[in-house]
Every structure is written in C-alpha cells, then in structure tokens.
C-alpha cells in the first residue's frame, strides 16, 4: 500500500510560481509511473503531467506545456510540479497519482491517489 501526500498549495498572483510536493510512503515508490491532476470548480478532473520510473520521460497537458515541470527524487521518495507563469485559469485542486505506466494513468488507470491541494491564482 502507497499513501500519498501533497503539499505546497496556496495562493499567487497571476505570473507567480509555485512548487507542490508529493511524498510517498512505503518501498514501491520508484516503481511507480507518478503524474499530477487537477480539477477545478465545476468541471472535471484533467491530467496535468506525468514523469516515468526513473524520471527519463515527461509528459505534459498542453495547457501548462512550457510552464510547469515534473520531477522526482526517488531517494526522498517524492514527485514534485514547479508551476511557473501561472494563470487564473489553473486554479484548482491539484493531486498526486500513482501508477503503473504513464500511460496508463493518462488513461485513468490509477493505483494511488493523494487528497489534493488547492492552488488559486489571483488576476
């Protein structure tokens, strides 16, 4: 079993950058394809990015491509998303998933959820 636990949510001025955290308990860690979702008020939860196993294949949701960054450190056992030039428009809770393949959790096939963070970007 994998727990996940996100951190470093708030609120920023539009422009503004912010960096969330996602810590993992337990040993599997780093055989876990680890990505970020959010969903704002209203509408449904969207993928956001994906990082790989060993953090050597990212990929992004066009609307934050150029913006936001995955990354993980797999000896802290935490996945991180640095959000630069954020917008209004990314406001929203923002979770950590885990999974087999990147794919896969691009797909909605997710082992492991974490229990969200707020982001809210000021205009």
């Known amino acids: 079993q994998v727990q996940l636990v996100e951190s470093g949510g708030g609120l920023v001025q539009a422009g503004g950058s912010l960096r969330l955290s996602c810590a993992a308990s337990g040993r599997s860690f780093s055989t876990l394809a680890m990505g970020w979702f959010r969903q704002a008020p209203g509408k449904e939860r969207e993928f956001v990015a994906t990082?790989?196993?060993?953090?050597?294949?990212?990929s992004y949701a066009d609307s934050v491509k150029g913006r936001f960054t995955i990354s993980r450190d797999n000896a802290k056992n935490t996945v991180y998303l640095q959000m630069n030039s954020l917008k209004p428009e990314d406001t929203a809770v923002y979770y950590c998933?885990?999974?087999?393949?990147?794919?896969?959790?691009?797909?909605?096939?997710?082992?492991?959820w974490g229990q969200g963070t707020q982001v809210t970007v000021s205009s």
């Open positions: 990082i790989s196993q060993s953090g050597g294949s990212t």
């Open positions: 998933a885990a999974g087999r393949t990147q794919l896969g959790l691009r797909r909605g096939i997710h082992d492991y």
